[in-house]
Each structure stands twice: as structure tokens, then as C-alpha cells.
């Protein structure tokens, strides 16, 4: 499978906002996040992308078509909701990047873009002055949750060998409208953390 890997800073990223943001509305969709999204909310949620010149997204396209995305911010440069559970454990926040989503259309899975993903993240963090601390969130959902397909498997395998460490302690709660529901409602979501030296 041949697709194309583009990187994005900031404003360059506009273009592209909608069709990233339709994708991810698609994605989440899917369990775990079971996510009833609108384009209205993706454009505001994503403007923190665009306002921070220090933002990498990669778009991964077929022909002109967005199929996939990932996305990284310095900490600093995200909401408060994503920095509290940190600063509230002395983290130093100016040393944290953070790890947005990283989606891809199912019939592209499995041929190594998320690995891909991974690698121009982590490269990007790389050139963020002091530098300590990756990170990304997980939304918590238990074995038992009756839209579970059968065939579910978790990416804490993928994760841990990318030398993440799932860190209970560091625990946030973000609001969406999940499938079924009238409103939105607040999510559990835990932090798996990578130490850089």
C-alpha cells in the first residue's frame, strides 16, 4: 500500500481542517470512543492546532483523499483540561509533548503507518527545547461494556513497545456525545507516559 505522509505546522494546517476533522468523527466512531461528533466542534477543538506554531499534524493521503492522521502539541500549548492532571503532579509542563489521536481509515490498517505515525511524532518532539516527557491519553472503558465487539483488541501492547508506561495517577475527564446519548457527558481518560533523557 503506497500512501503519502505529509507534515503540517500550524497555520499550513487549514486547508486540511475539515477533511481532518470529518476523518476523525468517522474514526471515533468506532468503540472505544463511540463518538457522535459534528464539524462544528471539531473546527473548535482543532483550532489548537492551528494556533500553535510548535504543532505537528501528518495527514496521510490517497491521491487527495485524507485516510489518516496524527497529531502532537507542546503541552504547554494545549488546554487546561489536558495539563492539570500534570501540573497537579509537578510535572514540568514545558518539557511535555503531547500526543494527539492517531487514526486511520480500517482498510488501511496494518501496513505500518501507525508506527509511521509514531516515529514523525516522537521525531518532531525531539526538537522541542527540553524535552522530558510524551505523552498521550486513553479512554477507559471496562471489559464489560455491552458495545465491546467481540474482535476488540488493545493497542497496550503497540504502546508498551514504544516504551510507554500507562500512568493511573494521571487521569483527566473530557466531555463528548457518545452514540446513544442525548447530550454530552463526561469520559475517564488515563495517560500512558515516555521519559526522554
Known amino acids: 500500500m503506497s500512501l503519502r505522509l505529509e507534515n503540517f505546522h500550524g ?7 475539515d477533511a481532518l476533522g470529518a476523518l476523525r468523527i468517522a474514526v471515533f466512531r ?55 492532571p500534570f501540573e497537579a ?10 500526543f494527539g489521536e492517531s487514526i486511520l481509515l480500517p482498510s488501511y490498517r496494518g501496513h505500518g503507518i501507525g508506527k509511521a505515525f ?8 525531539r526538537t522541542l527545547p527540553g524535552l522530558r516527557h510524551t505523552t498521550f491519553c486513553a479512554v477507559d472503558r471496562p471489559d464489560s461494556h455491552p458495545l465491546r465487539p467481540a474482535d476488540y483488541r488493545t493497542l497496550d501492547a503497540f504502546w508498551i ?33 515516555k521519559e526522554w533523557t
Open 11 to 17: 497555520p499550513d494546517l487549514e486547508p486540511h481542517l
Open 161 to 193: 513497545s514504544r516504551g510507554y508506561k500507562r500512568r493511573p495517577e494521571l487521569r483527566c475527564e473530557f466531555h463528548w456525545k457518545e452514540i446513544g446519548e442525548t447530550e454530552s457527558t463526561g469520559k475517564k481518560l488515563t495517560f500512558w507516559v
Open 118 to 125: 509514531f516515529d514523525r511524532r516522537e521525531d518532531h518532539a
Open 30 to 84: 468506532e468503540y472505544p470512543y463511540l463518538y457522535d461528533g459534528t464539524l462544528d466542534y471539531e473546527r473548535a477543538y482543532l483550532r489548537t492546532y492551528l494556533d500553535s506554531p510548535r504543532s505537528l499534524v501528518v495527514l496521510a493521503f490517497d491521491g487527495d483523499s485524507v485516510v489518516g492522521a496524527t497529531t502532537c502539541v507542546p503541552m504547554a500549548d494545549e488546554g487546561p483540561e489536558f495539563r492539570a
Open 89 to 98: 503532579a509537578s510535572y514540568d509542563i514545558g518539557g511535555i509533548c503531547y
